[in-house]
């Protein structure tokens, strides 16, 4: 069967290389970050520009499994599809690296986590009901670390992520594309009142994690691997919260007050040129001990 392209504009039907503002308010861009977009649909989709030069004048595209995916995408919702200089797509992307793909979308819609409140119960908690895993990110700001923590959470299988209503980063394109498309597909809350939502979550029998760059050898957990992690891990049938602090002050004390237990990765050794890893490695780290943990 011979594959049909969508019908395309070309450059020469641009009037000019000059930025034209986003007709959704954002330009999604990178090959995996606009797959997920169009899959998800949790966007207002408007339009997809595609790099001219890997579109033949025939309109025949090179052999990027990727970008045939999401031409076909594109093509099943009848999205208009543009060819465009790489200049262009360069100015577009702030000259991030797009991969020759973007797509002009609405802004990420965002639940209210309070919603939630009152369905706490495992029996509210969805499909994975006996074993629910939940992420806080307390105040994260740099997007890189973001979508890092997103893309680790999505492949750990947390169910739900919520941010503070303020002091946190932006859910921007560049975020999108460090979770590799993983933002386009978590089910996404903002907590006005974190506090109080994890004191409710603490009565209705979920375990709330708290993590720390801070190492206590006298209260070190033996764990199974390379490298270990101190304090206590939950109970595996808990529903759990994890939480994931800003990364120059952690989590708010206020917060920290309600963890039922601590956890952190051991360093190599105690006086280390390197105090700390990085956020989202530390997350990516405790995520995977956690699922490991919490297997029937």
């Given at each position: 069967?011979?594959?049909?392209?969508?019908?395309?504009?070309?450059?020469?039907?641009h009037q000019s290389?000059?930025?034209?503002?986003?007709?959704?308010?954002?330009?999604?861009?990178?090959?995996?970050?606009?797959?997920?977009?169009?899959?998800?649909?949790?966007?207002?989709?408007?339009?997809?520009?595609?790099?001219?030069?890997?579109?033949?004048?025939?309109g025949?595209?090179?052999?990027?499994?990727?970008?045939?995916?999401i031409?076909?995408?594109?093509?099943?919702?009848?999205?208009?599809?543009s060819?465009?200089?790489?200049?262009?797509?360069h100015?577009?992307?702030?000259?991030?690296?797009?991969?020759?793909?973007?797509l002009?979308?609405?802004?990420?819609?965002?639940?209210?986590?309070?919603?939630?409140?009152?369905?706490?119960?495992?029996?509210?908690?969805?499909?994975d009901?006996?074993?629910?895993?939940?992420?806080?990110?307390?105040?994260?700001q740099?997007?890189?670390?973001?979508?890092?923590?997103?893309?680790?959470?999505?492949?750990?299988?947390?169910?739900?992520?919520?941010?503070p209503?303020?002091?946190?980063?932006?859910?921007?394109?560049t975020?999108?594309?460090?979770?590799?498309?993983a933002?386009?597909?978590?089910?996404?809350?903002?907590?006005?009142?974190?506090?109080?939502?994890?004191?409710?979550?603490?009565m209705?029998?979920?375990?709330?994690?708290?993590?720390?760059?801070?190492?206590?050898?006298?209260?070190q957990?033996s764990?199974?691997?390379?490298?270990?992690?101190?304090?206590?891990?939950?109970?595996?049938?808990?529903?759990?919260?994890?939480?994931?602090?800003n990364e120059?002050?952690?989590?708010?004390?206020?917060?920290?007050?309600?963890?039922?237990?601590?956890?952190?990765?051991?360093?190599?050794?105690?006086?280390?040129?390197?105090?700390?890893?990085?956020?989202s490695?530390?997350?990516?780290?405790v995520?995977h001990?956690?699922?490991?943990a919490?297997?029937?």
């Amino acid at each position: 069967l011979k594959r049909r392209s969508p019908v395309f504009k070309t450059s020469e039907q641009h009037q000019s290389n000059k930025p034209k503002a986003s007709l959704g308010g954002e330009r999604v861009f990178g090959l995996h970050p606009v797959l997920l977009a169009l899959r998800a649909r949790k966007r207002i989709l408007y339009e997809l520009h595609v790099d001219e030069r890997k579109l033949s004048k025939a309109g025949r595209l090179e052999q990027s499994p990727l970008l045939l995916q999401i031409l076909d995408l594109a093509k099943e919702q009848e999205l208009p599809v543009s060819g465009c200089p790489q200049n262009l797509l360069h100015q577009w992307c702030g000259r991030e690296v797009h991969q020759g793909v973007c797509l002009d979308v609405s802004q990420l819609p965002v639940q209210q986590g309070e919603t939630l409140m009152g369905c706490f119960d495992k029996s509210d908690v969805g499909e994975d009901a006996g074993r629910p895993l939940w992420l806080f990110m307390d105040r994260i700001q740099d997007p890189m670390n973001f979508g890092a923590v997103l893309r680790s959470s999505c492949y750990f299988g947390v169910q739900k992520v919520f941010i503070p209503g303020k002091d946190s980063c932006r859910l921007s394109p560049t975020v999108s594309k460090a979770s590799s498309g993983a933002l386009e597909l978590m089910d996404l809350y903002i907590l006005n009142t974190p506090e109080k939502f994890m004191t409710e979550m603490k009565m209705k029998g979920w375990w709330i994690v708290g993590t720390s760059s801070f190492y206590d050898s006298t209260r070190q957990a033996s764990h199974s691997g390379s490298s270990k992690l101190t304090w206590d891990l939950p109970p595996p049938d808990k529903p759990v919260l994890l939480i994931v602090g800003n990364e120059g002050q952690g989590i708010q004390p206020e917060l920290s007050t309600l963890c039922d237990s601590v956890l952190c990765v051991a360093p190599a050794g105690q006086d280390g040129p390197i105090g700390s890893l990085n956020v989202s490695v530390a997350t990516g780290i405790v995520l995977h001990h956690l699922s490991l943990a919490r297997r029937p």
